[in-house]
């Protein structure tokens, strides 16, 4: 029998990730410069299994008419055609859910239902119902537990004030520039780093924590680590035991690290999953926190995180382009609420990728693409949801 031999591309491949896997800031700044949507096959990752003995499928509506949802608008243009749009838009998957019934399911640019896709900023959202889960175990006392006492080597003194809420709020008073393209701006550094840990230890003082909304990487990250020290083992780790292989998951998930020697869970943007997968756990979060008959995540921490506080922070009026609607931020959630108590959350991260939950309607839409297509989606959903 002839031996095989790797084909030649994944002979490659597997060199990239070695080399990436181990080298410097530099190289890795200059080799993949700005993100895309497949640095998850470059760099190095942890493995987030399923079980394969629990299932779950969303049941599945083949005969729904999705045109009964259109037009709809998106910005100053109307959409009449849902395919076209979504393929134009760089949409990779689109997914819309009801009453635990799919409506709409579709894959585009070769894409399948079992193609990985990476989360990007919706890894803040998974990291943040963790952080959820470690308080209702006790591994984390309380939010207003200062970062500190989880990370005593912050160089900054003054930053010994700023607690676990400072940060899920982003409002932590950390320095950090909002630039994504020089090697020097926070994201870029955070983003190619080989060893987080380290960077995180070198944060500095910039205003008094709890008093300045300011979206950022550092913050967010900086969280991944206090959930590292509380629970004792990787942030893919505690989601793999947490989540994972609790919700009858299909596929196995990954989570990047900064580095192989590191093995740091890159947790503002690391999670990629399949894209019906990421939908249960918005499902999740649509039942407040219940899978079945087990309370994974308790319904105070749901409510907390992702109901409108009018008293935040990070709280604003009567905003045009979604209707007149307010927009809210919570412990890594952004959300629109309405008149009645009407509301709507969402995961957003870097490409336009969505998670959309409309509790008012049992529904959740799912969207992730190689690009935002230069769409505003959480518009888009809020328009086209109206509809269901």
């Not at 900054?156 to 932590?172: E, V």
């Amino acid at each position: 029998m002839k031996k095989k031999i790797a084909p030649i591309s994944v002979l490659i491949s597997t060199g990239i990730m070695f080399f990436l896997g181990s080298c410097t800031f530099p190289a890795r700044y200059i080799y993949l410069n700005f993100p895309d949507v497949n640095d998850y096959k470059k760099l190095p990752n942890h493995p987030v299994s399923h079980d394969p003995s629990k299932s779950f499928r969303f049941k599945e509506n083949k005969d729904y008419n999705i045109a009964g949802l259109l037009p709809v608008s998106c910005g100053n243009n109307i959409v009449r055609d849902l395919d076209q749009f979504l393929t134009d838009t760089r949409t990779s998957a689109f997914i819309i859910i009801r009453n635990d019934t799919v409506l709409f399911e579709k894959y585009y640019h070769g894409h399948t239902r079992s193609t990985l896709s990476k989360t990007f900023s919706i890894s803040k959202n998974v990291m943040s119902a963790l952080i959820g889960i470690a308080i209702d175990e006790g591994l984390i006392a309380s939010v207003n537990d200062p970062v500190v006492k989880y990370i005593p080597e912050l160089k900054d003194g003054r930053l010994s004030g700023m607690t676990i809420q400072n940060c899920l709020s982003l409002a932590s008073g950390i320095r950090a520039d909002e630039g994504e393209i020089w090697p020097w701006n926070t994201k870029v550094r955070v983003y190619y780093s080989p060893n987080v840990r380290k960077l995180l230890s070198n944060i500095s003082y910039d205003s008094e924590p709890g008093k300045t909304f300011h979206v950022e990487e550092m913050t967010p990250t900086l969280l991944g680590l206090v959930l590292e020290r509380a629970t004792g083992i990787p942030v893919s780790a505690y989601l793999e035991k947490k989540i994972w292989k609790k919700l009858g998951m299909e596929h196995d998930a990954l989570w990047v690290v900064d580095s192989r020697r590191e093995g740091f869970d890159m947790v503002n943007s690391g999670l990629t999953a399949i894209p019906m997968d990421m939908a249960k756990l918005a499902r999740l979060m649509l039942e407040n926190g219940k899978w079945e008959n087990e309370n994974i995540i308790s319904e105070q921490w749901i409510r907390r995180s992702t109901r409108p506080d009018t008293l935040s922070l990070s709280y604003w009026r009567n905003i045009e382009v979604y209707n007149g609607r307010d927009v809210y931020f919570n412990d890594m959630w952004w959300g629109l609420a309405g008149r009645n108590g009407v509301y709507e959350f969402n995961a957003s991260g870097h490409f336009g990728q969505r998670l959309y939950i409309i509790p008012e309607k049992n529904a959740i839409v799912l969207r992730f693409g190689s690009s935002s297509g230069k769409i505003d989606w959480t518009a888009f959903i809020h328009n086209l949801s109206a509809e269901l």
